[in-house]
């Protein structure tokens, strides 16, 4: 049934007109993005109070359900404009979202990030650089490049050329790290990884074509010395060894001066996958942690876990800069050697990708607004944080704690509890929308993970999650047909 | 000199309490961002009325000197709080930036972001979930599933089982294509590429430990037919052809049914890079230049080029969904197998990143703000500026025209100009601020390239942007020592 004929103006005006479809950009679009920006703010707020805790009620079918009800027609014929498109859509995102600014969200390396650092991260949006080259980023090239070389100063203070990069996260930092050995030794480098490390470097070395890794035990939660050593006298060379600053399981820091000692005995590169623990650099309180992290060839950093950045912000740090080479790359319509030679700086060896988004503004913004201090401060209320849990879960009758945290990561159990009674009551937590907390097998067992990176997290906050556990075990739990 | 003591409050104080170092989530997340944009957009617009036109003057010298006045120290003792860190450096990067929402700002497939993709933005960062699991991106889970299977159906329409992943960008998805074919071949696939085609597919093919790829010539912009048959006939299987709808150079489309048939007579697998010219496939006027696209089985697409959207939008598409088997993989903390059989959706086979920021919220709330009506009129009116500034160059008596523009990339040059000429013209609007236009070698000579993606580009910039290039061309120029 169509319209009947009507002189009034269409209720839907076309979009013809650049007021309809206005730009991020240029002088139009602060007071563009303005009004669109409060939609947004709105939304975030409706649609955090609909959920009742961390996450939505109800698991993944009615999360599914409710978004696709808000969301579809996605693709409609004629348009719903910005307004209710964002209305509808964010809302639905922030109602069904595991929000990491919730302290019972809890399960990962999952940060709650700064407003600030979301703030400076619009602009990003706004302007759009980006870093392939110049002429798309002339001020975001130079301030990346004043961050990276801040970064690099801060990895490796000893080193006379150190660089870094800026990576969409650990998982790009390993892989990095892994191409570069293996260009640096012309074929396929062995990569060695103790048993806790991240999957990445496993994925990395299939991605690149390299043999499968050879993997030490890690009994204990860090790589064996022994086994270690043992392997690098077997192995054929070159080698490269993977040691890890804050495990993904357990936060647990490899013992660093003595893996670079064997890497040095052998013969062996070192690289360090600190994407977690490599913060601590700036606590002077916990920068001890760390005590030979510079003596890798390598280091994975990541802001998005313990740094409080929206992702991505990951960083690949290299003691000498000459290690980058392998990544220079030539193409006529970005890096023009007679551009180059006209001082034009050539960007496109910085990274793999090609068009890149600035993610140093916010990471630079973060830096420059907390200064040495406030960022030690969030590392420090966040460690404390974890810290005070362990001691509660020591002190509770009902749980079991795996071992005092090293950094952020606590490992729990109720006392009772069979494995299947942990997955289960990790699975209610979630479905019924109450915490989201992770899982981890060490010593054998099934254990809840509680990965705290909310600096703002209270003692208050740290009972009721622990409350919320007991209260939701249910011991000795036998056939669960409906969950398995 | 220490301050006196003193019984006021101190001028910084100390960053202890939540409320001084706002999180950007949960509920009181919108009223701690309100102010916080307010500044950023505040210095979007004074940063952009410091600019003459789309870029700042005094090339890269004086941009990075700038960069560094308003940065340094980039990571002070004690932090400048929020909205002075946004403030200066926000500031900067707009003063400093290469506005693609300017007119005369296009020189590469980089476009102007819509605002209310940009928005759509702020909630990615806000809320901050993450792709690799479920229980960080409860919601934001089901929308990217939405949105990808509502992407794979407008690519692969007759296809049963299409499926689409959302990557960094083309880049990624040209990576990923390679990768896919070698793993379901099960060991080197020999990559045959046009002249034409983008360089990333070579970088690929080193990363993933691939042979050599072959070229095949494209002497007029597009990949020549006989060429590819008589390599295909020589060479031996596995084969993956890589054709390009909408080049880097020139924005040609090479013939896709003429290589899809060639690729079939020689079981040879087809990858398309139509990361510039997909979303033709979104208009009906112009879809018919996309012919035969469907008989790939994998497609790069990228919605941050002809798309609108910030950085990243990437997208890579395959025909049967089987293609994704080889990105399976498993890590307990994120998908264990009774998790999964519990009916927890398990994200990591959907890319070669872990953490991973939700690019589908900004591309779901674009499509349902615009709707097909208006995307296709965007594209229509970006194609029409591209037909205009090619019709205005033919009728310029200083002006030479390459070539009528397929999408939207026109090259020109004034016809008394040698090669040196144009490179150093380019340069001059470049560091006078005054315009950013790109430069592609074609017919053996040195083309100016506009490569247009502003829909709101008018017949007046486009005049006045020729303009530019005729006053600043300063004909048969002998020797520039100081830019050589």
Redesign the interface.
């Known amino acids: 049934m169509s319209a009947p004929p009507s002189a009034h103006p269409p209720a839907h005006p ?3 007109s ?1 007021t309809h ?7 139009t ?2 007071p ?3 009004p ?2 409060g ?7 409706t649609g ?2 609909d959920r009742p805790g961390p ?2 009620a109800g ?3 009615r ?2 359900a ?3 009800k808000a ?12 307004h ?3 209305r ?3 809302h ?11 302290p019972h969200c809890a ?24 870093m392939d ?8 090239s ?2 990346e ?3 990276t070389r ?1 970064l690099a100063a ?1 990895v490796f203070p000893q080193a006379p050329h150190p660089d870094t990069l800026i990576t ?5 930092s390993n ?1 990095l790290a892994l ?1 570069l050995a293996r260009e640096k030794h012309g074929g396929p480098v062995q990569l060695v990884v103790g048993a806790n490390a991240h ?2 470097l496993t ?1 990395a070395a299939w ?4 043999p499968e890794p050879v993997v030490v035990p890690a009994p204990n939660g860090t790589l064996d010395l022994a086994a270690l050593d043992e392997a690098l006298t077997h192995l054929h060379h070159p080698l490269l060894v993977a040691a890890t600053a804050g495990t ?2 357990t936060g647990q820091i490899d013992p660093l001066p003595d893996i670079a000692d064997l890497c040095q005995q052998h013969d062996a590169d070192l690289h360090i996958d600190a994407a977690y623990g490599g913060p601590l650099l700036l606590s002077p309180a916990h920068r001890h942690l760390l005590h030979g992290l510079d003596r890798a060839h390598t280091i994975t950093l ?1 802001l ?1 876990k313990l740094g ?1 950045q ?3 912000a990951g960083i690949l740090a290299v003691a000498d800069s000459t290690a980058l080479r392998p990544l220079a ?6 890096n ?1 050697d ?2 180059t ?5 050539d960007l496109l060896g910085r990274s ?7 993610d140093a ?1 916010k990471i ?12 030690a ?2 590392l420090e ?1 966040t460690l404390a944080a974890a810290r005070l849990l362990a001691d509660r879960i020591e002190k509770h009758p009902g749980l079991e704690l795996y071992d005092r945290p090293t950094l952020t990561t606590v490992l729990f159990r109720p006392t009772d509890a069979t494995d299947d009674d942990v ?1 289960h009551l990790r ?1 209610t937590l ?1 479905t019924e929308g109450r915490a ?1 907390l ?4 060490a010593a054998g067992r099934l254990w809840l ?1 509680a990965t705290l990176l ?3 997290t209270t003692p208050e906050d740290l009972d009721a999650l622990l409350d919320l556990t007991c209260t939701h075990h249910t011991p000795a739990h036998p056939e669960r047909p409906h ?2």
Do not use: M
């Not at 939609?39 to 707020?45: C, E, M």
């Not at 969301?71 to 910005?82: E, I, M, R």
């Not at 991605?207 to 390299?210: D, E, K, N, T, V």
């Open positions: 076309p979009v013809q650049p479809t206005p730009l991020a950009g240029g002088p679009g602060p563009a993005l303005r669109l920006l939609t947004v703010l709105t939304a975030l707020t955090a109070s996450l939505p698991g993944p079918a999360t599914t409710q978004l696709n969301a579809q027609p996605l693709f409609p014929d004629t348009g719903t404009g910005p209710e498109a964002l509808t859509l964010v639905a995102l922030a109602a069904g979202a595991a929000d990491p600014a919730h399960a990962h390396l999952h940060c709650p990030p700064l407003a600030v650092a979301v703030a400076a991260d619009l602009a990003a949006s706004a302007l759009n650089p980006s080259s110049w002429d798309q980023a002339p001020a975001a130079a301030l490049e004043a961050l801040t801060e969409t996260g650990g998982t790009e892989q191409l999957h990445s994925r991605l690149l074509g390299l993904t399981d990541d998005h409080w929206p992702v991505a790359h030539q193409a006529d319509y970005l023009a007679d551009d030679d006209a001082g034009i700086p793999l990708r090609t068009t890149r988004r600035p503004l630079a913004v973060t830096l420059k607004s907390l200064g040495r201090d406030g960022f401060e969030l209320r997955a699975r979630l989201v992770g899982r981890t097998h993970k909310n600096p703002h969950h398995r």
